[in-house]
């Protein structure tokens, strides 16, 4: 006999109630709700510390059905602030699978609602946006009302300082040289996946990552053969620090000639430091089907997404080119600076989860690395 949990509610911005049962930590939580595509990769969505401060909906009807593995965690916690699926799987089943996912929830007192209407929520975010949205144990819908109409949105707020101790925590066993005569890549963390570090490792490159707020300084006391700019949360606007250090790096590199890869916000702080301006998409990009497309070959790439802001392609400053587009929507989805070997990418080279096609991303970096040498 299926166990039902405790009665639930979620309530939109728009005033749009929904009521549905828990399956995960008991109470209450805030945050814009976006949609995310993906069929299959929760485990990694929900520890993606570019979530943070968001509401994720899974279009996915049915989530929870092959648990939690702790393997494919991008970093150490959830990150997001509510799970909301149609229905959850109580039964998991894969050799893999370690704990449930209800109690991968719990464990990281986050709150999950299921049995709500998702295909009605995800109509209503592509009609009117991303919008903040409030969920709880406890309803008292007056009450959960005033208390999200004086919730904030993610914009203007520096969402990186709330995810950047991760560094610490995660990769502490990869902050020294491990490879001799190998090249050193700095990886300044602004919310990075384990999967960005993976990738690097793969191709032989020893990485050291450094907090978002590192400056110039610190990099360049490790003397660095390479610099990845990572993902991360927010809006890339109100990271003021980041965009102070991609800055410095343009600087930099008119006598070392250092390879420099920003990979979704990496890329969004990169564009405004070299005089981009950045605008928010409507209801974002979040799942592991955007097809994206090289402008240098005409080839079509399925790439795995989590953004909600975008460089305007028009403020573009006349040294940098664009390198992929979006097909969907046509935004930028990738540049490259002119003279020095500095690019970024808007989608994620790394995946987890998602399709692997655009990991030439981290072959290409690599390579100018060794170059560099």
């Not at 728009?14 to 939580?29: H, L, N």
């Not at 890339?236 to 890869?261: M, Q, S, T």
């Not at 953004?307 to 006349?318: A, G, I, K, Q, R």
Request: proline share 4%.
């Amino acid at each position: 006999m299926r166990k039902e949990g405790k009665k639930s509610v979620l309530i939109l911005a728009d005033g749009t109630v929904f009521f549905g049962k828990s399956f995960g930590f008991g109470g209450k939580a805030a945050g814009e709700v976006v949609f995310n595509t993906a069929l299959t990769g929760y485990e990694e969505i929900l520890t993606d510390p570019s979530y943070c401060g968001q509401m994720v909906v899974m279009c996915y009807p049915h989530i929870g059905n092959y648990g939690i593995n702790f393997s494919d965690s991008q970093s150490y916690k959830v990150w997001v602030s509510a799970l909301i699926v149609r229905e959850y799987s109580r039964i998991y089943s894969n050799w893999r699978g370690k704990i449930s996912l209800g109690q991968f929830l719990k464990k990281n007192k986050v709150v999950g609602i299921e049995g709500v209407d998702t295909r009605a929520i995800v109509r209503k975010i592509r009609e009117k946006g991303s919008m903040m949205a409030i969920v709880s144990t406890e309803i008292d819908l007056p009450t959960l009302k005033r208390q999200l109409k004086k919730t904030p949105t993610i914009v203007g707020r520096d969402l990186v300082s709330a995810v950047n101790g991760s560094s610490k925590a995660v990769f502490r066993n990869y902050v020294f040289r491990r490879r001799r005569n190998s090249p050193l890549v700095i990886v300044v963390d602004f919310g990075v996946k384990m999967n960005i570090i993976r990738h690097l490792e793969k191709r032989g490159l020893n990485v050291a990552v450094l907090g978002g707020k590192s400056d110039i300084s610190d990099l360049i006391r490790f003397k660095p053969d390479g610099v990845v700019l990572s993902n991360g949360p927010g809006d890339p606007a109100a990271v003021e620090y980041g965009i102070k250090l991609a800055r410095d790096l343009f600087a930099l590199n008119l006598n070392e000639r250092l390879p420099v890869l920003g990979i979704c916000l990496g890329h969004q702080i990169m564009s405004l430091a070299a005089g981009a301006k950045i605008f928010k998409l409507k209801f974002g990009h979040h799942g592991g089907n955007h097809p994206v497309k090289n402008l240098a070959d005409g080839k079509v790439e399925i790439t795995s997404q989590n953004h909600n802001f975008c460089v305007d392609p028009l403020s573009l400053p006349e040294n940098f080119s664009v390198t992929h587009t979006n097909l969907n929507d046509g935004t930028i989805e990738g540049i490259r600076h002119k003279v020095f070997p500095v690019r970024g990418v808007q989608f994620h080279p790394e995946a987890g989860p998602g399709p692997s096609d655009g990991e030439s991303v981290f072959d290409e970096f690599a390579a100018a690395v060794f170059r560099n040498r």
